[in-house]
């Protein structure tokens, strides 16, 4: 028997030959000048038993495929059978279609892992138990449960607990371990904010009030102000204007990192120069230098 492992997660790998008693096979990842993964096996592992340790996790990509990368090598070095070790398997939360014309990566990943050379995957607390029906060799999917259990035990033993599932999804992971340590259980209505809704709500934000323009439509809204009594001091800003800019901005939430806002003198909407000073007195000085 042989322990292999990649660049995901060598520490793990070098505890786990430790405990079996095993050295790590010599082997090489690396990557070429254009990032592409190649992989080199420096022992002779014919006929051998072959445990591949690597993670998906962050970054996801780069970690598939030095795992799919090294089942291929053992494949070509006519192995007995390798066994794909997964402790965290990503593209886990993908297992059903979320909405029209979206994919199942969870299946697609298990068929490239397959078709790598693989011929048993071992993982750790899937993101839901019927993952394991994805591929199309033996699969193994350990529970850490007993793990969690004994050591909370141990740190407070005998304290009132509660456990929490973040989501629905979890539900039946904190049971099990609810029902090991006689432990009140919680659950957490998780609901995500789609891109429409923050779509919407942006939308109702911005159009609280409309924004100044210059020409025709700002000598309107500025003589409909001035008609209407809007004072000088920002503190009063009636009629079909509405609010000034200056107090729109503190009362205003921030947006979302991925809309930034620009107050520069731009508008993010319109891309029009917005005045600098608050809205009522700009548009009273330039009444009164008029008169």
């Given amino acids: 028997m042989k322990v292999i492992t990649c660049n995901s997660n060598r520490p793990m790998a070098e505890a786990i030959a430790a405990y079996l008693n095993l050295p790590l096979t010599k082997a090489s990842v690396r990557r070429f000048a254009d990032m592409e993964v190649f992989v080199e096996i420096h022992e002779n592992v014919r006929g051998e038993d072959v445990f591949v340790i690597q993670s998906t996790s962050y970054p996801a990509n780069d970690n598939l495929m030095e795992l799919l990368v090294t089942l291929d090598a053992l494949k070509r070095g006519s192995v007995k059978r390798a066994t794909a070790v997964i402790p965290y398997f990503g593209y886990a939360r993908q297992d059903r279609k979320s909405g029209p014309r979206t994919p199942i990566s969870a ?3 298990a068929n490239m892992i397959t078709a790598a050379g ?11 138990g019927q993952i394991q029906g994805f591929f199309d060799i033996p699969t193994d999917n350990l529970v850490a449960a007993p793990v969690f259990s004994r050591d909370i ?3 407070f033993g005998g304290e009132e607990l509660v456990i929490v599932s973040p989501d629905v999804g979890g539900v039946v992971r904190a049971r099990s371990i609810a029902r090991r340590l006689d432990a009140d259980l919680a659950i957490i209505d998780k609901r995500p904010r789609t891109r429409r809704r923050l779509g919407s709500h942006e939308y109702h934000r911005r159009r609280q009030g409309p924004p100044l323009h210059h020409g025709r439509r700002y000598r309107r809204q500025r003589r409909h102000l001035v008609q209407r009594g809007g004072g000088t001091d920002g503190s009063r800003c009636i009629g079909g204007f509405g609010l000034c800019h200056a107090w729109r901005a503190e009362r205003r939430p921030p947006l979302p990192a991925s809309r930034p806002r ?3 003198g ?4 319109t891309r029009s120069r917005r005045p600098r000073r608050c809205a009522c007195r700009t548009i009273s ?4 230098s008029r008169r």
Avoid: C, G, I, Q
């Avoid at 000085?285 to 009164?288: E, L, Q, V």
């Fill in 107 to 109: 299946k697609l990943v």
């Fill in 118 to 128: 693989a011929d048993r995957v071992l993982t750790l607390d899937l993101h839901a």
């Fill in 153 to 155: 035990k141990e740190k």
């Fill in 262 to 264: 620009r107050w520069n």
């Fill in 266 to 269: 731009w508008s993010p909407r």
């Fill in 285 to 288: 000085a330039s009444f009164r």
